[in-house]
């Protein structure tokens, strides 16, 4: 394996403190179990494709690996391990094989995924990611380009509309909420911040005699975040680019938060001939886990296995 010919280095911050003193630290999901499934071992080049607070990354430093982080979020604090051994490129894992061609890196010994937002983004209302804290139709991981959701909302016809929160929120009521939408863009009062369309979102689905345990927005903010980022082709084309890249029986652990992403991981580890599927049921958070951090309630992890020899 060629080594990178011009990695940056990182420089050696206390990250958790740094956090601690200004935002809400993210606590890693099935940090431990991540870990054991990428067999990280000392000297082994990892990508981490969603480094976020670099909590996954650090664990990997700290049993001696070298890593390569993709974050597409500029806002992501560099921090992690000693210098040299964490490379950050701030960009799309879905550019991964160009990446690390650029690099001159063509095989790693495993990579993680672990997608979805950080904390981080969550709690920062001018993200424009949370519909309880008032922000900015915005939903852009990385705000320096593209549309936003309020882009989206303000051009998109009522049926591209209702297919989006359908096909990336499993809203049911996705054809009302589009209609509602357009209505109220029609007359002049297209929401321009997130608690507005919390707000119109909620007065169109239609409550369920039992009380659901989610906002009622919750899908139709999941479908434009997961539309804004192109979340779900950017899943497959990192997953597939990883699997290329790995050396044989090195491993691809994925983390995913909702049945959208993990059927997307499961049937690229399920399809793709280069792969052995070691996770025929996901791995869960254990009942301490969802105690410490309930973020990790909906967390799957699963895991592949590079073949040496591909099925025909
Ligand atoms: C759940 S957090 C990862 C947390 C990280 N494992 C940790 O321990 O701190 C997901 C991160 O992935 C980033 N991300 C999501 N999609 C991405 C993509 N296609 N390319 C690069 N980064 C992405 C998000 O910006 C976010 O910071």
Redesign the pocket.
Known sequence: MKRPTSRRSLGSINDDENEAASVPA?L?VLFEEALVALAVHAGGLYV?????????TRGIVARGGRVIA????PA?QPAAGPRGDVTLLR????DLAAALDEFGIATIDGALF?????SL?LADPERGFSLLRDGPLDMR?NPSGGPTAYDLLARSSEAELADLIFNNGEERAARRIARAIVAARQAGRLPHRTLELARLVAGVVQRSGKRERIHPATRTFQALRITV?D?LG?LDR?LAAAAARLRPGGRIAAISFHSLEDRIVKRRFRDDERLRVITRKPLLPSDDELARNPRSRSAKLRVAERLSIVRS
């Open positions: 993210h890693p981490d494709a969603t480094y976020g607070g670099g909590g996954h993709f974050e597409r979020d992501a960009r799309d894992f879905a672990d997608v979805g937002l950080s983004q991981l980022n979340e950017a990192g």
